[in-house]
């Protein structure tokens, strides 16, 4: 069971703020072997959903009111630490993700940009693809809704 924090960047503590950068730089940037611009000038918009285990952050993602991102709310940079992922963080971060968007911004319907080959990860959970595949940051990525 995580223990979930949601933040806006003015609320994330220097620790929070660098503990989120090392597990987003750990997966997206040494694990997938992509060298992109993680720091992209959207965290200070964003909210953050934190999940803690044991008090080490092994689950993440931010999310935003519609029009920030995309016209519709959206969820992005989720990610679960490799050595967390067998017990099914995802599910329980995205849980949280949802819940927080329907509690701090009033909204169902979500779009995220995701990586191809979670698709069958975001199809359990209710997103349905939307559009043709692209690459984002040389990674193949799909549109994908939740109404």
């Known amino acids: 069971m995580l223990e979930i924090k949601t933040k806006t960047f003015n609320e994330l503590s220097k620790q929070e703020l660098y503990d989120l950068l090392q597990l987003r730089s750990e997966v997206f ?42 016209n519709e709310a959206s969820i992005g940079r989720v990610v679960v630490a490799k050595n967390q992922r067998q017990f099914k963080y995802g599910y329980s971060i995205m849980e949280a993700s949802i819940n927080a968007i329907k509690d701090f911004f009033n909204e169902s319907k979500i779009k995220i940009s995701a990586q191809c080959y979670l ?29």
């Open 119 to 147: 698709k069958q990860f975001y199809n359990n959970i209710g997103f349905k693809e939307v559009g043709e595949e692209y690459l984002e940051d040389d990674i193949p990525h799909v549109g994908m809704i939740k109404n």
């Open 29 to 70: 940037v040494v694990e997938q072997d992509c060298v992109y611009q993680d720091l992209d000038g959207k965290d200070q918009k964003a909210l953050h959903v934190l999940g803690y285990k044991n008090d080490d952050l092994v689950a993440y993602t931010r999310i935003f009111k519609p029009g920030d991102y995309f």
